[in-house]
């Protein structure tokens, strides 16, 4: 067989293990040849291809990023886009296709696989927001650097008597700002699950420096949101492609919180340094498991599936049941959060 193989969307420690994986499993034990495509969907558009062996793969286990490059291009989005992703499967005698992304890349997978390429999905995306799996490749590395932000930022708050906001990544769900805000021991986590009261979060600040404290850690997701109706009006800043604007929501909460109490506030956007440098073992780990299953359901003939960590099993699952959904943080953990405040 010749297995294609990609990288879409916004890159994250422990895609250079999926592609070894699917390599070293695809070529070792199966005989097949794997096929890079550079940039994601826009390579394949292109036929901007690049040939995998076991040379290519050495010591990239632990490196963050990816060698086949990414891009934000989605073929169903662009005019002519399918057409030419299946003018170059054909011409590259591809008989399945391994995509490695997020809700984008998968939804673009789901539509590839309608025109009868069989379509093999792995989810990746540090925001863990994919439908249908337990955890995605990159998220556990987020969470360690965003965690490390606040063990460090908790000294100089405290040092200097100030609020000190962290904003991380969350577009639609708050997975890394709730996590590594327990983690962390925040004591205030917005989160795009639970729309924030603006004067609730600074009568609690008010509260907690008046009664034990002279300093306040606050946790924001990028995508947290104030609850209709509540006194702070604030609509969310996005770019081209529709990703937030970095900072803003940080920026935004230091003017209400120094305005409304008077302390100092200050604010820190972890931004691109969740999602850079060395995967943890746990994303080497499972990307690594996410390469061999996908390989192996490629050999096996099936299509229009992705590969799931269900506790400790990983499954294959529907991509047609993922596409288009957003795993949000559940409401235990969310609470959770509230409790330690």
Not at 177 to 196: D, N, Q, R, W, Y
């Given at each position: 067989m010749r297995v294609g193989l990609l990288t879409g969307g916004g890159d994250v420690p422990g895609l250079n293990a999926a592609i070894r994986a699917v390599v070293k499993r695809g070529e070792g034990e199966h005989g097949h040849t794997i096929v890079g495509f550079r940039n994601g969907w826009k390579g394949v558009a292109d036929g901007d291809v690049q040939p995998l062996g076991r040379q290519d793969i050495r010591n990239v286990l632990a490196t963050g990023g990816t060698l086949l490059g990414t891009a934000r291009f989605h073929p169903h989005r662009n005019e002519g886009g399918v057409e030419a992703v299946l003018t170059t499967l054909e011409a590259e005698r591809i008989d399945a296709l391994i995509c490695i992304g997020g809700d984008g890349t998968l939804d673009a997978a789901s539509k590839i696989s309608e025109a009868g390429i069989n379509v093999i999905g792995i989810p990746k995306t540090i925001d863990n927001d994919v439908w249908g799996t337990d955890y995605s490749i990159g998220f556990d590395t987020a969470v360690t650097i965003a965690t490390e932000a606040v063990d460090r930022i908790h000294t100089t708050a405290e040092s200097h008597n100030r609020v000190m906001i962290v904003e991380v990544m969350g577009?639609?769900?708050?997975?890394?700002?709730?996590?590594?805000?327990?983690?962390?021991?925040?004591?205030?986590?917005?989160?795009?699950?639970?729309?924030?009261?603006i004067e609730k979060v600074t009568r609690f600040l008010k509260h907690r420096h008046r009664a034990h404290a002279s300093f306040s850690i606050v946790v924001a997701a990028e995508g947290a949101v104030p609850a209709p109706g509540t006194a702070m009006h604030y609509e969310t800043e996005v770019g081209k492609f529709g990703e937030i604007v970095a900072g803003a929501i940080g920026e935004r909460l230091k003017s209400e919180i120094e305005t409304r109490t008077g302390f100092d506030t200050r604010v820190t956007v972890l931004g691109h340094v969740q999602r850079g440098g060395i995967p943890t073992a746990f994303d080497r780990i499972l990307a690594s498991r996410f390469g061999v299953a996908a390989i192996d359901a490629a050999t096996e003939g099936r299509s229009d599936v992705m590969t799931a960590i269900h506790g400790e099993r990983v499954d294959l699952v529907p991509i047609a049941d993922v596409a288009g959904k957003v795993k949000y943080v559940p409401d235990q953990m969310l609470a959770v959060a509230r409790a330690l405040a």
């Open positions: 577009r639609h769900a708050g997975w890394i700002a709730v996590t590594s805000g327990i983690a962390g021991g925040a004591e205030l986590v917005l989160a795009p699950e639970e729309p924030f009261d």
